[in-house]
């Protein structure tokens, strides 16, 4: 049976932009420092993040730069030396964070979970929160390296009773798993262009709540990567460095592409794709890395290298056949391989046809 699609790019961000949104980086624009028009577009685009993420009561500060800008810049922006920061860690980018943190001059407690496991044990969260005292809690939602799922509600629920402030990394959730930033109590929420949004990376996002603006206005950290500049730049009719019109306007088109299909039903088609993609390297004989399936993210799959197999050897064959999956990092280097399922990617057809080969490839 012929095939749709020439090549099958499963990588974990970032993913295949569409030809709509990739239209928008060939167009002219004017100076986005002196023109209106880009600040009641950038003002629009806030508007559908928020949509998207159910930020109701956040500013949405959308800055130039690939997504760690929005990971620095968060923790730069609200730490001070010896600040406290209680890291909640399952995966590569939950302990990085950590690392980030005390790089920052915090002083870091971590509470961690294999990564093949999630974020758990709320009783014992709460009660080093109450012992610890932390200004900063960090998590991350999806830790794509071990394909992963994060329950930021329950974190969220006992974070809010206390003067902390949520840091979750949503980078490559929002857009296809649920998130409620507002609801959850998210303070600081971290997102990419490159993952759901299907975007090139070129632009880091932070949903900031009051409750972290406060903090950011006494803190005043001041850098490329600060925050403080955001909270108003549309009212102040300034921006701390020209901005990227080209990226601000396909990411509308991105955000209104899915707006269109509904935000609803994306996370739906997000949900349907992954399940069939697990059922499907299961049929295969491949073991999934998550301990347990209900752990498994909507937007990406880890999975053991397939028996008999070595990690290169297994990329060179699928890339033989023009299939590209993603490898692990750190401690699942060589271990598992990843299929990101997200934005363009969670696309029935064309998950569908790359299982084909890689069953074939297995034969």
């Not at 994306?266 to 301990?291: D, Q, S, T």
């Not at 056949?321 to 990843?338: D, E, W």
Request: proline letters at 5%; charged letters at 20%.
């Amino acid at each position: 049976m012929k095939k749709m699609y020439p090549s099958y790019s499963l990588v974990p961000g970032p993913t295949i932009v569409s030809p709509d949104v990739y239209t928008k980086y060939s167009k002219h624009y004017e100076s986005p420092d002196l023109s209106d028009d880009f600040f009641i577009q950038y003002e629009r685009v806030q508007q559908l993040l928020s949509e998207m993420l159910g930020a109701n009561n956040e500013t949405m500060a959308i800055m130039s730069g690939e997504g760690m800008l929005a990971l620095w810049g968060a923790l730069r922006s609200i730490l001070r030396p010896n600040d406290r920061v209680l890291a909640l860690a399952s995966g590569v980018f939950g302990y990085g964070i950590a690392e980030m943190a005390s790089d920052v001059g915090a002083i870091v407690k971590t509470i961690g979970f294999d990564y093949d496991d999630i974020i758990h044990d709320e009783q014992q969260i709460k009660q080093v929160i109450d012992q610890f005292q932390p200004k900063l809690v960090t998590m991350v939602h999806c830790d794509t390296p071990s394909g992963t799922l994060n329950p930021i509600e329950k974190i969220g629920n006992i974070v809010k009773q206390t003067d902390a402030l949520l840091y979750v990394d949503y980078v490559a959730s929002a857009g296809g798993a649920p998130l409620k930033v507002s609801q959850w109590g998210i303070d600081l929420g971290l997102l990419g262009s490159q993952k759901c949004l299907s975007l090139p990376p070129d632009l880091a996002m932070v949903s900031v709540s009051q409750k972290a603006w406060s903090v950011i206005d006494k803190v005043s950290y001041s850098g490329y990567d600060a925050l403080q500049p955001w909270k108003s730049p549309v009212e102040n009719k300034y921006f701390p460095y020209t901005h990227n019109w080209r990226a601000i306007a396909a990411l509308e088109k991105s955000l209104l592409l899915m707006k269109e299909e509904g935000f609803e039903n994306c996370i739906l088609r997000h949900e349907k794709v992954a399940k069939y993609c697990r059922e499907r390297l299961v049929n295969m004989g491949i073991k999934l890395y998550p301990r347990i399936e209900s752990y498994c993210s909507p937007t990406v799959t880890a999975a053991y290298i397939p028996d008999n197999w070595t990690w290169p050897q297994f990329q060179q064959q699928l890339k033989k056949s023009n299939v590209f999956v993603g490898g692990g990092y750190g401690k699942l280097s060589g271990k598992v391989f990843r299929i990101g399922h997200m934005g363009t990617q969670a696309n029935h057809t064309f998950i569908s046809e790359a299982l084909d080969i890689i069953q074939s490839v297995l034969k």
